[in-house]
């Protein structure tokens, strides 16, 4: 991100992390500059206070909290109106600023369609038939612009708890999946530069970089647009260790990933044939969407 600022304005990236030791915390703040600054939060305890404040838990036997933190940024940062989220295998080409800028007016999230659930016959009817939204709508995660005033103020954190507590939908992405339900009519969709991923075709001229499904450029050597990738990992600290994972790589971790993506696949086609699916819950005049 750095390497793309404008000098005239203040970043702050907060890193949402646990368990990530204090000598790496370190090393990430060495990437402070004048008009950057670094900070940590512990996400589990975090997450687990705006649970209690509602009188209310996630299930420890279903997914773990952390799988859901990004849906509580609202709550957990209450003195932000507006922020975007990144998952941490992201590569930044453009000045961040320029997405941050992008008006949401009383959207919830801006974000990028999914490239592989749009383009895969399985998961296509997923998110028809089970979520409840088109498939070419139903946006990644993995990069979002949040109107988090105007999620504070429609209580989206108590509407999903309300909704896993009740239904307990089964998901591909459980915490993808209900933010696409949830927001689904108030979605704005942004250019797709700001999250070109995996499968999306090489036609699009990336601002930004999601290695997002299994395809990591510090897992596969041939993975797609990992020049992106190792450009900027060999300006840090931990070039040598990536490489080393890369080294390490081996044929049954591959099958095991290829055996993941298949058993995604079937997920898909399996809980279309449930009875409690967002989409069908919907049908019964339960509200999903805000």
């Keep these: 991100m750095t390497a793309h600022t404008d000098p005239a304005r203040q970043y702050h990236l907060i890193i949402l992390c646990d368990n ?8 990430l703040k060495t990437y402070q500059q004048a008009n950057v600054t670094i900070s940590f939060v512990a996400i589990n305890a975090q997450l687990k206070q705006a649970i209690d404040d ?22 957990l940062f209450p003195d932000l109106d507006k922020a975007i989220y990144l998952d941490a295998d992201t590569v930044i080409l ?18 990028v369609p999914d490239y592989f659930i749009g383009h895969t016959p399985e998961t296509i009817d997923y998110a028809n038939q089970a ?17 988090l005033k105007v999620m504070r103020d429609c209580h989206f954190a108590d509407h999903f708890l309300d909704l896993l507590n009740r239904y307990h939908f089964k998901s591909l992405a459980p915490d993808q999946d209900y933010m696409n339900a949830i927001a689904r009519k108030r979605i704005c969709y942004l250019d797709s530069s700001w999250n070109v991923q995996i499968t999306t075709p090489k036609t699009v001229t990336p601002r930004l970089i999601h290695y997002n499904l299994f395809a990591k450029p510090w897992r596969y050597a041939d993975a797609p647009r990992q020049d992106y990738f190792w450009r900027y ?18 044929p ?8 993941n993506q298949r058993d995604l696949i079937a997920l898909a086609v399996n ?20």
Excluded: C, W
């Design 20 to 27: 990530l030791n204090t000598a790496n915390q370190d090393l």
């Design 131 to 147: 979520v409840g939204i088109d498939s070419q709508k139903y946006v990644n995660s993995g990069v979002l612009l949040m109107n």
């Design 233 to 250: 990992a060999k300006q840090t600290s931990f070039y040598s260790e990536l490489q080393h994972d890369l080294a390490q790589m081996t």
């Design 54 to 75: 509602r009188g209310n838990k996630l299930r420890s036997d279903y997914f773990t909290f952390t799988i859901y933190f990004r849906l509580f940024i609202a709550e």
């Design 94 to 111: 453009d000045d961040i600023a320029k997405l941050y800028d992008v008006s949401l007016g009383e959207n919830l999230i801006g974000a």
């Design 271 to 290: 809980i279309i044939k449930t009875p409690v699916t967002f989409a069908a819950i919907s049908k019964q005049g339960v509200k999903i969407a805000l």
């Design 252 to 259: 049954q971790e591959t099958e095991r990933d290829q055996k």
